[in-house]
């Protein structure tokens, strides 16, 4: 069964702390997302990777950064939170077909 | 720039009967796939139906049915025979390959909302 896995349902972090949100796939994709759903806005995307080590810049980038050092694992990372980071962050993959979700990262920033 | 609209935040159907979720697209690539998501109020993503550029034909999954109009730059999601069950968000989504890479973009959403 296809998975995407993100490594928390829920955070709470502080204000101004490094933030790390996980994501793995099993399904050898290519493609991986990082997206921000808030009320109204629909998902955005933050950034993507089409590759090991690749990565480009989605719609929203600014205050994140990522990594994809494996295949499987694509990592957003939080460099140093703001309130207004506060949001649900939701990870997915994709192959030639339709992309998979994680069951999504509820993030509240204090 | 690529672009997808879902001019709709709202919409309520009676159960039983069809409702149509708009959603237009912009691109300057002759080559890209639509989607249509659900996410009911537990959060999970659920894919629903897929159209390609190129498809001759409207993709059909059951219930759902794509309306594609390539010409129009549109493509409504039908659900026909409407449950209670269908209550969700409904996101429209384009890959969109322009610049090689592959880029997955969503609307903002329409809610349904089913009524007895």
């Known amino acids: 069964d296809v998975k995407v896995t993100q490594s928390s349902r829920y955070l709470v972090k502080r204000t101004g702390e490094k933030v790390f949100l996980e994501c793995v796939q099993d399904m050898d994709h290519e493609n991986m997302f990082w997206y921000r759903q808030d009320p109204g806005l629909g998902l955005r995307l933050i950034y993507f990777s089409y590759d090991v080590k690749m990565k480009e810049k989605g719609d929203i980038p600014e205050g994140y950064s990522v990594s994809r050092e494996k295949k499987e694992r694509f990592s957003l990372i939080l460099e140093s939170a703001s309130t207004n980071q506060t949001s649900m962050y939701l990870c997915?993959?994709?192959?030639?077909?339709?992309?998979?979700f994680g069951q999504g990262t509820r993030l509240t920033v204090v | 720039a690529q672009k997808i609209t879902q001019t709709q935040p709202g919409m309520f159907v009676q159960e039983k009967e069809a409702v149509t979720l708009d959603c237009t697209y912009d691109?300057?690539?002759?080559?890209?796939?639509l989607f249509w998501y659900k996410q009911p109020s537990s959060g999970e993503m659920i894919f629903l139906i897929y159209?390609?550029?190129?498809?001759?034909q409207n993709a059909t999954e059951g219930r759902y049915s794509l309306n594609f109009q390539k010409a129009r730059k549109s493509a409504n999601l039908v659900i026909s025979a409407s449950q209670l069950g269908d209550s969700a968000m409904y996101f429209c989504?384009?890959?969109?390959?322009?610049?090689?890479?592959?880029?997955?973009?969503f609307g903002a959403g329409t809610r349904l909302a089913v009524h007895p």
């Open positions: 159209q390609g550029s190129y498809d001759q």
């Open positions: 997915a993959s994709s192959g030639r077909a339709e992309a998979f």
């Open positions: 691109t300057s690539d002759p080559s890209y796939g």
């Open positions: 989504a384009m890959r969109d390959p322009s610049g090689g890479y592959n880029k997955l973009i």
